[in-house]
């Protein structure tokens, strides 16, 4: 009998995901790892869902920055954090969000304030 499947190529198709490991790995190197961005499968039953977390390893702390929800066919991207919620229906759209959740005040904010606890426990265990 003949295969009837198509060919697939192995070519590389917009990833979700791959563009919040490429930002978590930026952060790493930008805080010398004190802050460690981690992107975390959430069990779903019909949807690909994905939280973004800093975790700060010395303080064994993490915080939830936001989730990503989609489906099989990506599009489109239910980006929430705990005080906004954005539908992403292209490529475009979606790295739009995420770099200005990335880059706003709120998450400098965050960010200092666990580099300050992160200080503050180096000094206390030195």
């Known amino acids: 009998m003949e295969n009837f499947w198509p060919e697939v190529s192995k070519e590389t198709l917009f990833s979700p ?3 919040l490991r490429e930002q978590a790995g930026y952060l790493a190197e930008k805080t010398n790892h004190a802050i460690v961005a981690e992107v975390r499968r959430i069990r779903s039953s019909d949807d690909f869902v994905y939280g973004f977390d800093l975790h700060v390893p010395v303080l064994k702390y993490r ?3 936001f989730t990503i929800m989609y489906e099989l066919y990506i599009f489109p991207i239910k980006i929430t954090t705990d005080d906004n919620q954005w539908s ?6 979606y790295i739009m969000c995420i ?12 960010l200092i304030t ?13």
């Open 99 to 110: 770099k200005d959740i990335l880059s706003s005040d709120k998450t400098k904010n965050i």
């Open 114 to 126: 666990l580099l300050s606890h992160v200080e503050a426990e180096v000094r206390e265990i030195a």
């Open 88 to 93: 992403c229906y292209d490529q475009i759209k």
């Open 63 to 65: 915080y939830r920055l």
């Open 17 to 19: 995901v791959g563009v």
